[in-house]
């Protein structure tokens, strides 16, 4: 009998123990950046900026204090007479432009500009360069107004997202697709990008700072996402559930039949 309770004892702490190691475990499979215990993050500025590519929406919008120079680059509206007898002109915003198949834009006066493969911030400054001999100090803000990314796999709302901004995190990019559910695997999240002409695919551990350093930490036009599905989502559905069931079943047998033996002892 003393045998018997101590084998009991025995086999209790082995429970215990595989429960608390398998939780850790768990754990640090479903927690984002992961820090371990004494490290510290190391902030690094980031210098990222998009590249504009064929197919881009640009929004251009041109400013300047001479209106009269300025007209041909501006749609207005709302055209009247205020108090002092000037004209009262509202300027609508920024003009839509598509980047072609030769990675141009049709810009008025200018004709055709050549964008692609500039970033945001070079072709603000070469239109300004290129608009100087018609407009004298001009201001260009340059928008790009469909910037889109694809979540697929195990995520809570996957498909096709457009935002409103081009500098986009893998984990905003995540986000904006529900999170990944509990299926998902993290330390393993495919990034497929086109650059060149070429598909380059990135693998992403999002539970590791590591990823802060990724070229793909950054999302790009038109990458997709693909969150593959973890140990518990290949099993769903087949005979690991009921082997499980069954576990926990003779587990719970067993303490009971332990418990009445050292209760009537």
Do not use: W
């Not at 850790?24 to 927690?31: A, D, G, H, M, N």
């Not at 493969?117 to 100087?132: F, H």
């Not at 990823?211 to 790009?220: D, T």
């Not at 973890?230 to 559930?241: K, L, M, P, R, S």
């Amino acid at each position: 009998m003393k045998k018997l309770i101590s084998l009991g004892k025995l086999a209790l702490s082995i429970l215990f123990l595989s429960i608390s190691l398998t939780s850790c475990k768990i754990r640090e499979r479903l927690v984002y950046l992961h820090n371990p215990v004494g490290d510290t993050t190391q902030i690094v500025k980031n210098t990222y900026s998009p590249i504009l590519r064929v197919d881009d929406q640009l929004s251009i919008m041109v400013g300047g204090s001479d209106q009269e120079a300025l007209a041909p680059f501006q749609f207005f509206s709302g055209v009247g007479a205020n108090g002092g007898g000037q004209q009262n002109m509202q300027m609508m915003g920024g003009i839509n432009y598509l980047i072609d198949i030769n990675g141009n834009i049709n810009f008025p006066v200018l004709g055709f500009v050549h964008l692609a493969g500039k970033t945001r911030l070079e072709a603000v400054i070469y239109l300004q360069e290129q608009l100087e001999q018609y407009v004298e100090n001009p201001v260009v803000n340059i928008e790009i107004k469909n910037f889109k990314f694809t979540v697929l796999g195990q995520v809570k709302a996957p498909g096709i997202h457009t935002v409103s901004t081009d500098r986009l995190t893998i984990l905003e990019a995540i986000g904006k697709a529900g999170d990944l559910q509990i299926t998902g695997l993290r330390n393993n999240v495919l990034v497929v990008r086109e650059m060149n002409g070429q598909r380059i695919e990135y693998r992403l551990d999002l539970t590791n700072k590591s990823i802060y350093n990724s070229p793909a930490f950054y999302i790009c036009q038109n990458d997709v996402i693909y969150v593959e599905p973890n140990f518990t989502a290949n099993f769903q559905g087949t005979n690991f559930q009921t082997y499980t069931q069954l576990g926990t079943t003779l587990v719970s047998i067993f303490l009971s039949v332990f418990t009445l033996i050292t209760l009537t002892k």
